[in-house]
């Protein structure tokens, strides 16, 4: 008789592959991994921490603000689409996907329903219950899981994911420089990171709004400093931004042997 003792396999998907911990959900299937030391939040994070903030956001200001803020029509399937064809490459109708400060997960859905497999991220727990809640009514729920965690610190071993998406976060996030290292540093050769945010406005009601989102720990960094943060590691594929509305994509260089001392040195 064979007696020996079946271990318990703690199944994991492919997508957390690179999860570095634990993968225990919770109650409401959420991945709780957020770093011992806490960033202090600022006014803008503390209101996406109410479940009302994480139940409206999406369909009262998301949908529409992109339009507002770029100075022409700009649907969100516009901006989706965008998206996808900045991934392409990267995916090629798979792969392994961040959405680094998700919110309900709006792209973090729709490369799922393109073939993704999706870690949604947020320090907020309300817009990751909702996240997951939204991919279950669109039936994607087996491709997508939920991680609480900080974008400073991405749970992540380096250069396990194929993209890294952010959308809108960069202005709340606090680190930026960090929170993009961190995507840069988790992401594979070859792998792709877009990131949409708001760049300084010159005038009228675009500045004087920003003035006033910035005691609420908002910022608006350029766009040059933005690609700047991306690092030498990574290729800057495309830049554009229509108004004040900056769109990213780049992509992580293959590793290069180290040459050694240039024809210069010595
Ligand atoms: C403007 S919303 C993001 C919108 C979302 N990416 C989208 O495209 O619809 C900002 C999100 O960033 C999250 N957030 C802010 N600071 C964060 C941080 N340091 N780490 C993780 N999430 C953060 C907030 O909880 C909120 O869900």
């Excluded at 606090?174 to 792998?191: I, N, Q, S």
């Amino acid at each position: 008789m064979n007696n020996q003792a079946v271990p318990l396999r703690r199944i994991v998907p492919a997508r957390l592959a690179g999860f570095v911990g634990p993968v225990v959900r919770d109650d409401d299937g959420i991945i709780e991994a957020m770093a011992a030391r806490h960033a202090s939040w600022n006014p803008a994070q503390l209101v996406n921490r109410l479940p009302l903030t994480a139940r409206l956001y999406e369909s009262v200001w998301r949908v529409r603000s992109l339009g507002l803020l770029a100075g022409r029509p700009f649907p969100v399937g516009e901006e989706l689409a965008e998206l996808a064809a900045a991934l392409q490459p990267a995916l090629d109708g798979g792969g392994v996907v961040l959405d680094v400060a998700c919110s309900e997960g709006l792209y973090g859905r729709h490369l799922a329903h393109g073939g993704a497999e999706v870690v949604l991220i947020d320090h907020s727990r309300p817009f990751l219950r909702r996240a997951l809640q939204r991919c279950a009514a669109e039936g994607i729920d087996g491709r997508v899981d939920a991680v609480r965690a900080l974008a400073a610190h991405l749970p992540f071993a380096d250069g396990s994911v194929d993209a890294a998406v952010m959308g809108g976060s960069l202005n709340e996030i606090g680190d930026e420089a960090a929170a993009l290292a961190e995507m840069v540093r988790v992401l594979r050769p070859g792998g792709r990171l877009f990131c949409m945010s708001l760049v300084p406005a010159d005038a009228g009601p675009a500045r004087l709004a920003q003035l006033l989102a910035a005691p609420n720990g908002i910022r608006f960094p350029t766009a040059a400093r933005t690609v700047a943060w991306l690092g030498s590691s990574m290729r800057l594929v495309e830049e554009r931004c229509d108004g004040i509305v900056l769109r990213i994509t780049a992509e992580k260089l293959a590793d290069r042997p180290s040459s050694g001392p240039g024809p210069d040195a010595g």
